[in-house]
């Protein structure tokens, strides 16, 4: 390690750090990954997390990364460049995911690294018994992650006033005497004597919005946005990791005079969202992959009946019961074609966190405007990892939605074949003193079941084209990098980061490559024909399987309606966001690209030289 | 609960109130014409319907009428008001969504015992342990219907059916017994030959203040004729409905019905066919989903000082800064 | 009308007639097709018959028609040479679809024709008041059916004996009176005197097969194709027009020593047909539209498990309730889609009545070989129609199944990565003493859950690559007429009848046709790409929805697999089969061809001249 | 069933057979190490199952195991016999077709209040109706354990979770009423901190020849700690037992419980928590559905004479000739 020096002058100025942090679920990382993320946020830095969930019950091995710094921030980082280990098996299962030049800081009451490993700088701290030796009493080891975050904050010179005050907040709740042993711990690690681990994170380089950063994950920002939006009314059944959306409508709704109702069952649900919807509340239901099965039929009733509704689905690994807690991108073609019958509907997918507050507002704005179920395809990556992003402008954005009673004219009709259908909620005097009918039975403009051949074909035509009417105004994907070249990425949901970061990379070698993410998956936007015509291959990264064609699910829709044989796949299923690198590699092969490792830093930014 | 300030309300019905000039007539009500078969009982079932809502009075816009699918499930068509159609057995937690967000409205959910006690069975119980303010009217023909002479929950042991054609095998439900079982607060049985005693039935379930059922033995004349004579007098069954105490002190009073005795409720379900008909079960002090719900809504706003939709939702992200 | 001889040396001989018969649906019309479709099975002539059910309760309109003569009959045709028709409503609402030349029946008693319409001939006959005449007594006009079989026997020359035989079975469990009764009718109708109208059908000129002809509805012949597999157990919920499936399995497996179990709901049914099959009894369950989306997270279980099911979707007019007696074939989509997640399954769709007899056994062997579920999509004209083909050779076709619980050595493993998996069912000694897990949570190679990311991976792989081979060894779909050329027909299910016969139309217009009806859906057969390239224009025939893009499901999956821009849609959502015109006219429209009416039957065959 | 020949047969398991020379013992049954959370009631439940398994000696090869989903659903992965794991709520269903298809097998399903009264409601009744013969143990930790604590529909009112921060506002369901009512024809009740007790529980469910259910209290110590301590002893609770009838015509007899008397166990069910473990209710006498089907497969086997399989399906083509 190269870095030396102790006095703040000399202290090396690094852009960016991905910290990883390796224990058990119970020791409270995923906190100290919170603090460092939130404080990132109120510093106006960049900020990206990534976590795993044990999947066994008990707990068990559990990681949180954090890469916070100035620059675009897209990605939680392939690599660490500090690595702290609370047990031997954190230190054996992530010591290879340190770049070379890394820090490993290890609990010395529990660690012993290999005395020979020379890569890296290892440095043992008594975490546990430091701890208890500043909280003392009962608590024992409890301020582990606390004393931890003293430390990271003296190494990375971070503002200890908005920490105190963070973690002031955090327990704020919660009696006097956890606050006391929360800043004793803090202190401790604070004071920890490791002068030649000394770095200062450079100051944003990204214009602040002038508006300040806030920090979440993405089902609280889904949860948020579907707020912003107006809505007030749900109903679900738990299931991970959608649950946590449920639970934070559940709590808030209340304080704006709504209501979320917990089901017996996913259809059940899904049933009292649309009974909200018909009565002029337009609701939300939502679940993950196996939930989302279960809601298939009542889903169709809802393009029959013309009936605007929200459906998450935060997307997890499947098949079946498949894999709970990993990421997967694999419910695609069930969110367009899982219903029996034609049954269009509306499918959109948040790129980010911050994307997921916007992309809720989006989904409520459509699902009223053309009387439709709208499906958003969050993941498991989306929805647990925290990002910082310019507070919304909400007295700007939010909008106040009430059941539009006003009396109808005589002409009113229900699902009239030259308009978009848009119903009068019960309490809605009729001028014509006749009531309309809502059915999942084919149906005449009134409503009225009909068995009629040429009027079902007039329906079927009246509910695809208000979906094609839709596609015609979606804005465009924003393009980035090249505009035409060699390759064209395109990604949707959480790839988005890595995507970007990858075509930053590959541009950097010299390729031609433009990134496309998508967010509007059902209808496809416009001009998209042309767009990938531009370029020579055109490459759809995907977390699901390659199909037995060898094709993932975009690829497949895309193929299907493009019929471009330039559009080709890259797919994985391990369960695991995409790596930057991973897509790298991908690319390069298939253009004939050497040096795949322009742009990538393959030591860790603490080995470098120091810069001023 | 243990921080409610406010006081749970009843969540009594809008108070009935006829448009100035326009009373709410048979006339008015009428809809498309009904397709059932010529003497199937779900005829008088919507003629005893049309009959409580002239009762009642309520403003016709503020009427909903939804069934699930199946034969009986087809009334809400045969009535001009708001409705409709859902899908098989998911009738209930629809019309659940629909009362617990609008607190203006009258909602009334029909259905089969396919429909209701098959695909539908969980719902019925779950919906019953909320007690939403609503009334659901279950057709049996112990029968299934619309798909043409299948066995349904409700078929007698050794009913012959397309899917039973030596009879049915499998022990059938009690209506009443899994009704009371379930927790619904109001739950009364009729029969479709017996038009005053299922107007009063209906009547008396739409104004009760919580979630009520009725169950009406309706005749399916195409696939299980005869299936009710056994109370139907005329055809030389019993009728026999359930006498309600009148707390008169009288001795005659000791064996008359308290239909807020549950046990008592469920001795009667226990009664062999063709049993009782009448109130089995009424339930006035538990609170209904909507009373609680809007009690925990004005518990909340109090606490956030009514504070606007805007005012939380920027505290809300100032925390997250 | 040209034909009047009356002697038989001067009847015309005609090869076929269409036949259709035009009343309510308590009048009984469906029983004289169904005495003259198996008539002409018993001739070892070709039949195909169509029905509309009504979609009331109560009954109202409905209509039999069929078709009957030598020759290969490949649809019930799309204009009929006699309408008989019981009602004034009857005679409006199907005049038009009598052929100038045709011949009208009608009762006397209840209608009134155009007095002024000579395009046709119409003989009225007093049939309600004829019967009640013949049968007298209380069953007044019930045998009104009957006695147009009668009149129809003698105007076609059928054969007297066979039919009254017929009537005998029919009738055979009721009481004397009824087939009295029956025969009475039949011997009036019969004697009628309307000498102009005498016809012979020519005697078949396809080879009989040298076993005798069968004819039943494609329900029937699904429920026995099981049953010949060796499928003895199942669990279903009712459903039209899946309902009868169940009905003959329910009657018929105890018979074989097996059981099926009425459920309370499609997601019961399905799990109990899979704790049958998991018990190593292959089982299967159905539905139609809705009931196959209340199985689709099961399904996704089969998969994830590798359970060996059979799954028939009897498809119908969607989406939702939809229009549940018309025909659709809008479910492809959801067959290979519907679960959420990756999850791999094969999907079969019968051509005709017979196919569906041996498509069923080749699904039982497909389940057991590859140990996957596998969909059969049938649909509501096929369900329902009455064809003649030959007795399936049952001694050699058979098969016999039953739990295979030899003991199982100690390298047994229910996942293994090198083989197909083929789970011991219990009762089978382990003798590893280990005994396997089964689970819809991603497992290792023992059914031990697994969150390891290497291994998900390799099972996906594993379950996608049976498939694969599967697709590998599966036979190349027929392919009829010009093996090369402009325009290749594409179908699946019930549109295979009216595609054979507009490909021989456009044929015989000059056209280079050729026509393939698929059968594996899922995986699709080897093959194809290169038989795709030898055609100018590929158009896919189907009866669902254009799309948001323009394709119906089965062209978008063509699309999306094989990039062929000449891939196009044929698609209409009228509830109604194909007309051979229809499909003639859109290709004709295609690729300019003008005269469309080459090879189509103008005028009646009644009104043809005489030819021996 | 009036064609019937051949009378119902009890389904009795088959003949508990010992393999020679190798008793079925706790050690070959074990599997998978648990990865419940230390303390978990369900430890207790899973040890009490080995031990009831150790007792009936069944063959090893022929006891399965199933659950749904839910911490408690994982109990199969421990047990080394067939089994797994099944989705959520529908575990019932799916061992129904094991046992109807296979009336050599012992088959036991297992899983929480989440996954059989909440999503899998129905399944239980129309499982109990059918009255197959096999055990369900449903473990109640009246919490979602493995979602992270939600309310369950056995958590009481007022219980505080994720979805009721509040405390729960809905009525919970009454187990051993919904139980009983169900028809299920072997009901009890029994505590994860009383191993004997649990294992005469299940062990009796095991050798009943029907559909029994125990309902066991099992302690989520993670999400729903201390739930169940009123009847723990050593927690100051009390652990009350049912003792049942003699019929020795004593005087303390008539106090004690007849487990056929539904009535008296529908009463004993609406005692107020925590009420009385033990056996509810019992009934000896109604039919298997294994024994029904079976009965119905001989009558049919009769009247075709025994035909074989072939000879059966060539009939019926030339019946369509
Ligand atoms: C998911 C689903 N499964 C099955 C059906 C078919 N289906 C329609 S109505 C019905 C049952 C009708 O019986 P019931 O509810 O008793 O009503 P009834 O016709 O007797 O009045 C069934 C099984 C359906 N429409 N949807
Ligand atoms: C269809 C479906 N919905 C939801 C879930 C998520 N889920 C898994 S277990 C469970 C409930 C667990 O509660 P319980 O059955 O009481 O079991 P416990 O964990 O408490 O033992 C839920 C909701 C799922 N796996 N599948
Ligand atoms: S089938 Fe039965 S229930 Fe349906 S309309 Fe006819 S008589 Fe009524
Ligand atoms: S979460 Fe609760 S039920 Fe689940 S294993 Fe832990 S203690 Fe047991
Ligand atoms: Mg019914
Ligand atoms: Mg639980």
């Not at chain 2, 659940?96 to 429909?115: K, S, Y």
């Amino acid at each position: 390690m190269s870095a030396s020096a102790s006095s703040s002058a000399n202290t090396p100025s690094i852009p960016d750090v991905v910290i990883r942090l390796a224990g058990n679920s119970q020791d409270g990382i995923q906190a100290i990954g919170g603090f460092l993320a939130r404080l990132a946020g109120r510093s106006d830095q960049e900020v990206m997390t990534y976590m795993t969930i044990p999947s066994t019950i008990s707990g068990g091995p559990s990681i949180f990364q954090v890469r916070m710094g100035s620059g675009e921030i897209l990605s939680a980082g392939d690599r660490a460049d500090v690595l702290v280990a609370f047990y031997q098996h954190s230190y054996e299962n992530h010591r290879a995911s340190l770049r070379p030049g890394g820090v490993l800081l290890y609990d010395s009451d529990h660690v012993t690294p290999n005395p020979d490993d020379k890569e890296i700088t290892a440095v043992g701290i008594p975490m546990t018994s430091a701890t208890v030796e500043a909280v003392g009493g009962s608590s024992k080891e409890k301020g582990k992650n606390i004393y931890v975050l003293g430390l990271l904050t003296r190494m990375f010179d971070l503002d200890v006033p908005k920490l105190t005050q963070l973690i002031k907040e955090r327990f704020g709740g919660k009696s006097e005497d956890i606050i006391r042993n929360a800043l004793l711990a803090f202190d401790a690690g604070y004071a920890y004597p490791a002068e030649q681990l000394r770095y200062r994170l450079e100051k944003s380089t990204v214009a602040p919005g002038g508006r300040p950063q806030v920090t979440t994950d993405g089902n609280t920002a889904l949860a948020y946005g579907l707020i912003a939006a107006g809505v007030r009314h749900g109903a679900a059944y738990p299931i991970t990791p959608w649950s946590s959306i449920m639970e934070t409508l559940r709590t808030e709704l209340p304080k704006y005079g709504g209501l979320f109702v917990q089901c017996e069952d996913e259809i059940a649900a899904i049933s009292t969202a649309l009974g909200f919807s018909y009565g002029g509340n337009l609701a939300i239901t939502g679940s993950s992959g196996p939930g989302l099965s279960l809601k298939m039929e009542a889903l169709g009733w809802a393009t029959m009946a013309e009936m605007p509704l929200i459906v998450i689905n935060v997307q997890r690994g499947g098949p079946s019961t498949g894999m709970p807690t990993n990421i997967e991108q694999s419910d695609l073609m069930q969110a367009i074609y899982g219903s029996h019958g034609d049954a269009p509907r509306v499918v959109l997918a948040p790129k980010n966190v911050e994307d997921c507050f916007y992309l809720a507002m989006e989904a409520a704005r459509i699902a009223r405007e053309y009387s439709t179920p709208v499906i958003i395809l969050s993941d498991q990556a989306i929805a647990t990892r925290i990002e910082a992003f310019d507070e919304p402008d909400l007295p700007k954005l939010m909008v106040n939605l009430k059941p539009d009673t006003r009396p109808r004219d005589a002409d009113y009709k229900s699902y009239p074949l030259d308009r978009i259908t848009h119903h009068a909620p019960p309490g809605s005097l009729m001028a014509s003193g006749k009531y309309p009918t809502v059915t999942g039975l084919e149906h005449d403009e009134l409503g009225h079941p009909s068995a009629s051949p040429a009027m079902h074909m007039k329906m079927m035509a009246k509910r695809r084209e208000k979906i094609q009417a839709l596609a015609a105004i979606l804005p465009a994907p924003e393009l980035a990098g090249d505009q035409s070249g060699e390759v064209l990425l395109i990604g949707w949901g959480c790839t988005y980061g890595p995507l970007r970061e990858a075509m930053g990379r590959l541009r950097a070698a010299g390729a031609k490559v433009g990134h496309l993410q998508m967010r509007h998956l059902n209808p496809f936007s416009p001009g998209l024909a042309q767009t990938f015509n531009r370029y020579k291959h055109i490459l759809v990264v995907e977390i699901n399987d390659q199909g037995l064609y060898g094709y993932g699910q975009l690829a497949t829709l895309l193929r299907a309606t493009f019929c471009n044989p330039a559009i080709e796949s890259i797919t994985k299923t391990d369960g695991l966001t995409y790596k930057v690198s991973e897509i790298v590699e991908h690319v390069a092969k298939k253009i004939g690209l050497a040096d795949t490792s322009i742009g990538m830093r393959k030591q860790s930014v603490l080995a470098m030289p120091v810069r001023n | 609960m243990s921080s409610s300030t406010v006081s749970p309300a009843p969540s009594l019905p809008p108070e009935a109130s006829a448009k100035a000039g326009a009373p709410l007539t048979k006339k008015a009500l009428t809809s498309d014409h009904p397709t059932w078969c010529p003497g199937c009982g779900d005829f008088a079932v919507l003629a005893s319907f049309y009959k409580v809502l002239e009762k009642l009075q309520y403003k016709q816009e503020n009427i909903v009428c939804f069934g699930g699918i199946g034969c009986s499930s087809r009334l809400p068509y045969f009535v001009n008001t708001y409705g409709g159609h859902y899908i098989h057995g998911r009738v209930l937690p629809f019309t659940v969504g629909i009362t617990l967000g609008r607190d203006d409205l009258h909602v009334f959910a029909f259905g089969g015992d396919g429909d209701g006690f098959s695909i539908g069975g969980n719902h019925l119980v779950h919906t019953a342990r909320k007690n939403p303010r609503m009334t659901y009217v279950i057709m049996d023909n112990s029968v299934y219907g619309l798909t043409k002479k299948q066995t349904s929950p409700t078929s007698p042991l050794g009913f012959k059916s397309k899917t039973d054609p030596w009879g049915a095998l499998d022990q059938p439900i009690n209506p009443m017994r899994t009704l009371i079982n379930s927790g619904a607060t109001f739950v009364a049985r009729s029969h479709a030959t017996q038009v005053n005693h299922m107007v009063e039935m209906m009547h008396k379930a739409a104004l009760h203040d919580g979630f009520s059922v009725v169950e009406i033995l309706s005749e399916c004349v195409e696939f299980n004729d005869g299936a009710f004579d056994s109370s139907i007098p005329r055809k030389g069954g019993t009728w026999s409905t359930i006498e309600l105490k009148k707390n008169d002190g009288s001795p005659e009073d000791a064996a008359r019905h308290d239909p807020t005795d549950e046990l008592a409720a469920f001795k009667l379900a226990l009664e062999p066919w063709p049993g009782k008909f009448g109130l089995f079960y009424e339930n006035k002090t538990r609170p209904t989903k909507n009373a609680v719900e809007q009690k925990l809504i004005a518990n909340t706003r109090e606490k956030t000082k009514n504070a606007s939709d805007l005012e939380l939702l920027s505290k809300t992200f100032a925390r997250m800064r």
